[in-house]
Nanobody, 114 residues
């Protein structure tokens, strides 16, 4: 079955960096666009970043553009989200997804606080 497992979250100070990873299994990973979303309690899940199958085309939410970078390693069935210059408003649970499969990971908590 389709599985997506995120890792790499944690507590970081404002201005710091974190890298999230998402390992996919149970589906032909290299054939699917992948994405990151995030959610704060009481709010709807929001789009963060997307990467095409070949890893050439990427899209970002305006709120993270220039600070976050999405990438993928097809040999490892993994996507990454490099997050730099983190702000308190980036605090959320981050989820990876294969949108066409409507499958989601369990989420990884990112907390940005001094």
């Amino acid at each position: 079955q389709v599985q997506l497992v995120e890792s790499g979250g944690g507590l970081v100070q404002p201005g710091g960096s974190l890298r999230l990873s998402c390992l996919g299994s149970g589906f032909p990973f290299r054939m699917y666009t992948m994405a990151w979303y995030r959610q704060v309690p009481g709010k709807e899940r929001e789009f963060v970043a997307r990467i095409s199958t070949a890893g050439i085309t990427t899209n970002y939410a305006d709120s993270v553009k220039g600070r976050f970078t999405i990438s993928r390693d097809k040999a490892k069935n993994t996507i990454y989200l490099q997050m730099n210059s983190l702000k308190p408003e980036d605090t959320a649970v981050y989820y990876c997804t294969a949108p066409l499969l409507d499958s989601w990971g369990q989420g990884s908590q990112v907390t940005v606080s001094s």
